[in-house]
T-cell receptor, first 112, second 110 residues
Framework: DTEVTQTPKHLVMGMTNKKSLKCEQH?????MYWYKQKAKKPPELMFV???????INESVPSRFSPECPNSSLLNLHLHALQPEDSALYLC???????????FGQGTRLTVV | QKEVEQNSGPLSVPEGAIASLNCTYS??????FFWYRQYSGKSPELIMF????GDKEDGRFTAQLNKASQYVSLLIRDSQPSDSATYLC??????????FGKGTTLSVSS
């Protein structure tokens, strides 16, 4: 199983809404990441969880709040987003040996 | 600032030709190197991983790593129109995350 599962695949939310993105992997990977990707740009790192602890926060606005309930699950809580936050949000995980790193299918987020 | 550089392209090759994609990185502490393929609107798909100097082959794909020159490349043999996509080079250093280049757009014409 080399799968990282993200839900939902698409999300439209208003600027006053609260929503959450979910990411799950069952490969026993030790680190999980959130990336944001705009059209024709590379993925931009947001957060890194290593062994369930937040190890990197790339100065992301507080309207994005990550959570790692256990080693298989990663959430991204969204609140009071702006239209410029519309993007493809990608979750990825990497194994302990740093030899395999897989992405989920992403959540296409539109903020209206 | 750790950097990963790629030529954005587009790189155009005829069907059946060899496509050569290049990537350089600035941090000598980088340990693992990944190549991803990304179709428009989709998520990155892992093609190859390499961590030792030299060549690594998987089907039509060959990754090459030269740590002294801080250079990693991807060769695609017998290119097919379905290979038309953006190819992302990613570098991983212990204690950090995957750092991406801007990607190279490959177009294979039939």
């Amino acid at each position: 199983d080399t799968e990282v599962t993200q839900t939902p695949k698409h999300l439209v939310m208003g600027m006053t809404n609260k929503k959450s993105l979910k990411c799950e992997q069952h490969m026993g990977h030790r680190a999980m990441y959130w990336y944001k990707q705009k059209a024709k740009k590379p993925p931009e790192l947001m957060f890194v969880y290593s062994y369930e602890k937040l190890s990197i926060n790339e100065s992301v606005p507080s309207r994005f709040s990550p959570e790692c309930p256990n080693s298989s699950l990663l959430n991204l809580h969204l609140h009071a987003l702006q239209p410029e936050d519309s993007a493809l949000y990608l979750c990825a995980s990497i194994n302990r040996a740093n030899t395999e790193a897989f992405f989920g299918q992403g959540t296409r987020l539109t903020v209206v | 600032q750790k950097e990963v550089e790629q030529n954005s392209g587009p790189l155009s090759v005829p069907e059946g030709a060899i496509a050569s994609l290049n990537c350089t990185y600035s941090d000598r502490g980088s340990q693992s190197f990944f190549w991803y393929r990304q179709y428009s609107g989709k998520s990155p798909e892992l093609i190859m991983f390499i961590y030792s100097n030299g060549d690594k082959e998987d089907g039509r794909f060959t990754a090459q790593l030269n740590k002294a020159s801080q250079y990693v490349s991807l060769l695609i043999r017998d290119s097919q129109p379905s290979d038309s996509a953006t190819y992302l080079c990613a570098v991983h250093q212990a204690g950090t995350a995957l750092i991406f280049g801007k990607g190279t757009t490959l177009s294979v014409s039939s």
